[in-house]
């Protein structure tokens, strides 16, 4: 692994269906972040954890969870997937929070639709 | 509270010729600036970063921004762009009080040929 990995690349998930977008990074960076990007939107942060065991909430949190069990891991979980979480996920670490002038790492996405 | 606007969702400018991409920000304390820049069909990736010093940051590839205090603004620049250059571009900001930083909406460089 170098950088940061996501999984599934992609997926098409029915309205109503539980689903976990999973996020690695090797870099051993305390901060990690996930964000949905949009049309028209940009990117907007959703999670984000400072370091391992904790996190806390971005700009648009609602209907999303995740967990920091670990420095290296931090998955996204949509309890109940509705259509309007349609988007491209992006999952990014940096350094740490007291460090914020260190750039932020992005993984290669993943493109969620919910039907 | 910060802020960043791309004024710009769109740009289209002919293969060789310049391009600025503008970006203004908005915060209270001191600010660090960066240009991220995403490929299609890719995550995003650090261009260049102003943190302090010399206002005029230059990335490996050409472009060049400027932090300019007085006008709050951070716009980047390339005196010739390449078809390669095709991208979306987001502006960014954060400071030494926040552990986030603050991403514009992007502005999308079509090159033609």
């Known amino acids: 692994i170098a950088g940061i990995t996501q999984a599934p690349t992609s997926q098409i998930l029915a309205a109503g269906r539980r689903m976990t977008l999973r996020c690695t990074q090797d870099?051993?960076?305390?901060?990690m972040y996930w964000y949905r990007q949009d049309l028209g939107l940009g990117l907007r942060l959703i999670h984000y954890?400072?370091?391992?065991?904790?996190?806390g909430k971005g700009e648009v949190p609602d209907g999303y969870s995740v967990s920091r069990a670990n420095t290296d891991d931090f998955p996204l979980t949509l309890a109940s997937a509705v259509p309007s979480q349609t988007s491209v996920y992006f999952c990014a670490s940096s350094f740490g929070w007291d460090r914020p002038y260190n750039e932020q790492f992005f993984g290669p996405g993943t493109r969620l639709t919910v039907l | 509270a910060q802020s960043v606007t791309q004024l710009d969702s769109q740009v289209p400018v002919f293969e060789e010729a310049p391009v600025e991409l503008r970006c203004n920000y908005s915060?209270?304390?001191?600010?660090?600036l960066f240009w991220y820049v995403q490929y299609p069909n890719q995550g995003l990736q650090l261009l260049l970063k102003y943190l302090s010093g010399s206002t005029l940051v230059k990335s490996i590839n050409g472009f060049e921004a400027e932090f300019n205090k007085s006008q709050t603004s951070f716009h980047l620049r390339k005196p010739s762009v390449h078809i390669s250059d095709t991208a979306e571009y987001f502006c960014a900001v954060s400071s030494n009080r926040d552990d986030k930083i603050i991403f514009g909406k992007g502005t999308r460089l079509h090159i033609l040929p």
């Open positions: 915060s209270s304390v001191s600010v660090y």
């Open positions: 870099m051993r960076h305390n901060a």
């Open positions: 954890s400072n370091t391992a065991g904790t996190t």
